[in-house]
């Protein structure tokens, strides 16, 4: 079992739509959590960052960890066109030091039809 | 600040030639990575320096893959011999305690 599982899609909503997006990990260590967008030929670049549990809104995104559950969950609210990327989450044990690695999903692939 | 760098964008080589990959990380980073990105696997680890030291190679596949980081400001990944199962996206990543990565825009690996 992968320490990470992510759903690879692809994902297909039309424009304005709620798009929701998810992972699941067995380490019960990770302690950060983070989400990545990923274009088409480009390197991802951070998007969220949360620690431990909770919510965390920026602008039309919500990152939520669930760490009881093992799970965590990326929300676009009023998706666009431009939204359309790979998203990949992202999870540590711990951050700074000499630990400092991070475990990625394999990413979902979403489209958002204009 | 020009992000991370990486050069070749893209290199096609034939089996059993050497490849080098390279990269300069962000000024002032003090942790860098080595990713391996294909549809099967997505993004794999392969290692990472911290204040130019190499703290964990447990991802590099075989004996064939190597890097080094000299300086704060440079970075190599090499491949001797090549395989065609070494065709993949390559991506270094930089960054500092308890932010997120940057990462290259990568070097897309064609092995023939």
């Known amino acids: 079992q992968k320490e990470v599982e992510q759903d690879p899609g692809p994902l297909s909503v039309p424009e304005g739509a709620i798009v929701s997006l998810n992972c699941t990990y067995s380490?019960?260590?990770?302690?950060?959590f983070m989400w990545y967008r990923q274009y088409s030929r480009k390197g991802p670049e951070l998007l969220m960052y949360t620690y431990s549990s909770g919510n965390k809104e920026d602008g039309r995104f919500t990152a939520q960890v669930d760490k009881s559950s093992k799970y965590i969950s990326l929300f676009i609210r009023d998706s666009q066109p431009s939204d359309s990327a790979t998203y990949l989450c992202?999870?540590?044990?711990?951050?700074?030091?000499?630990?400092?690695?991070?475990?990625f999903g394999t990413g979902t692939l979403l489209a958002v039809q204009p | 600040d020009a992000g991370v760098i990486q050069s070749p964008r893209h290199e096609v080589t034939e089996m059993g030639q050497e490849v080098t990959l390279r990269c300069k990380p962000i000024s002032g980073h003090n942790s860098l990575f080595w990713y391996r990105q294909t549809m099967m696997r997505g993004l794999e680890l392969l290692i990472y320096?911290?204040?130019?030291?190499?703290?964990?190679d447990s991802g590099m596949p075989e004996d064939r893959f190597s890097a080094k980081m000299p300086n704060a400001s440079f970075s190599t990944l090499k491949i001797q011999p090549s395989e065609p199962r070494d065709s993949a996206v390559y991506f270094c990543?930089?960054?500092?305690?308890?932010?997120?990565?940057?990462f290259g825009s990568g070097t897309r690996l064609t092995v023939v």
């Open positions: 990543a930089s960054s500092l305690p308890f932010y997120g990565y940057t």
């Open positions: 380490n019960s260590a990770f302690q950060y």
């Open positions: 992202a999870m540590s044990p711990n951050y700074g030091g000499a630990t400092n690695k991070l475990i």
């Open positions: 320096f911290n204040n130019n030291v190499p703290i964990d």
